[in-house]
Structure formats: structure tokens, C-alpha cells
T-cell receptor
């Protein structure tokens, strides 16, 4: 069965500290992988996608096919990074499956 | 990119009634999706609605409960039928464009 796991429900970090959100997936083939973010009172939006290998708002995500992981990282967390983050593989039918989500709280 | 609007933004409904949610996109798209986000939960795909064909429902969701229309490439509706308190959720419309999905603001439904 296709599964995506985000083991941390809540991640609390201090401003300026590194933050890493874990994501593991179990999919047949090689799905495209995305991270979505939802800031308070805003709609869900794309943060970054594996295929583009870009860094958005200081976040990067490394795909490790051996470990089937796609962890999201940022070296220095900012208060505006406080949000809900979802890891989401895209299957061959164009459907996203969302992980349970990780709530990030950055405290000053 | 795509800009998506949903109506209504929120509603409070009585048990046993039905609500139709509208989703409008500012460009023509083939694939549209409907998601549900129950309180404190992640997003769950309800169905995929492609223009010109019947909607495809995910496991646990049926057409009688969540009928979907897709009359053209910019519009879709989702009806939540015979509502119960368990249907209280945020319902989101999404479209797929070039390996990216864009999401509407959601419709917050409360069933009393």
C-alpha cells in the first residue's frame, strides 16, 4: 500500500536554530515529491518540489531513494516559518497523498 | 499558475440537509480534485473530477453521498448530501497544472 509518514506532529524550535521535518514514503515506482505549507488563516500552498531542486524561503529537501525519505530542512528557523507542513507524494495518476502534517512553532 | 475561488466560504447546516460547494478556476484545467480536511486531520482526497467523464471516487467515498459535477473546464461542484455532524470539515477544491496542484481557500462546513 502507498503510504507517507510524517512522524512528528509538533516541532518546536527556537528562532535561529535548525529545523528538520521528516517524511518517509512507501510507493511503487518513483513518485514526484512535494512539500506543502499552510500558514495561519491562509490557503494551502506549494513550498517546494523535488523535481525542481530549488530552495524556497531557505528550505531545502533531499530525496533519499535508498531510505525512501524526503526530509525538509532549514538551517536557521524564523518566526514566520511557524506553520503546518505537509509532505505529499504525487502518484502516477496525478493524485497527491498528504502526510499527517507537522506543526512547526518557532519561538523567539 | 491558477487562482481558485470557492463558494460558500463557510456554512452551518442542519443534519439531514445537503450543501453544494462551488469551485471556480481562472483558467481551463483538465484535472480537478476535491479534498476533505476533518478537524485536526490532514487532507484526504474525496474524488477526481475530469471534464467529460464521471468523477472517480477514492475508497470510503461514494457518489450518492458526494455527487460531483464538472460541466466545463473551469468549474466544478461538490454536494455533501444528507449531512451528519461527522461531515463537519473543510472541503477544498484543487486543480492540477504542470506537476503542481493549486488549492482553493476551502469551505468550512459545520453540521449541527
Amino acid at each position: 500500500a502507498q503510504r507517507v509518514t510524517q512522524p512528528e506532529k509538533l516541532l518546536s524550535v527556537f528562532k535561529g536554530a535548525p529545523v528538520e521535518l521528516k517524511c518517509n514514503y512507501s510507493y511503487s515506482g518513483s513518485p514526484e515529491l512535494f512539500w506543502y505549507v499552510q500558514y495561519s488563516r491562509q490557503r494551502l500552498q506549494l513550498l517546494l518540489r523535488h523535481i525542481s531542486r530549488e530552495s524556497i524561503k531557505g528550505f531545502t529537501a533531499d530525496l533519499n531513494k535508498g531510505e525512501t525519505s524526503f526530509h525538509l530542512k532549514k538551517p536557521f528557523a524564523q518566526e514566520e516559518d511557524s506553520a503546518m507542513y505537509y509532505c505529499a507524494p504525487l502518484d502516477s495518476w496525478g493524485k497527491l497523498q498528504f502526510g499527517a502534517g507537522t506543526q512547526v512553532v518557532v519561538t523567539p | 499558475s491558477a487562482v481558485i475561488s470557492q463558494k460558500p466560504s463557510r456554512d452551518i447546516c442542519q443534519r439531514g440537509t445537503s450543501l453544494t460547494i462551488q469551485c471556480q478556476v481562472d483558467s481551463q484545467v483538465t484535472m480537478m480534485f476535491w479534498y476533505r480536511q476533518q478537524p485536526g486531520q490532514s487532507l484526504t482526497l474525496i474524488a477526481t473530477a475530469n471534464q467529460g467523464s464521471e468523477a472517480t471516487y477514492e475508497s470510503g467515498f461514494v457518489i450518492d453521498k458526494f455527487p460531483i459535477s464538472r460541466p466545463n473546464l473551469t468549474f466544478s461542484t461538490l454536494t455533501v448530501s444528507n449531512m451528519s455532524p461527522e461531515d463537519s470539515s473543510i472541503y477544498l477544491c484543487s486543480v492540477g497544472l504542470a506537476y503542481e496542484q493549486y488549492f482553493g481557500p476551502g469551505t468550512r462546513l459545520t453540521v449541527t
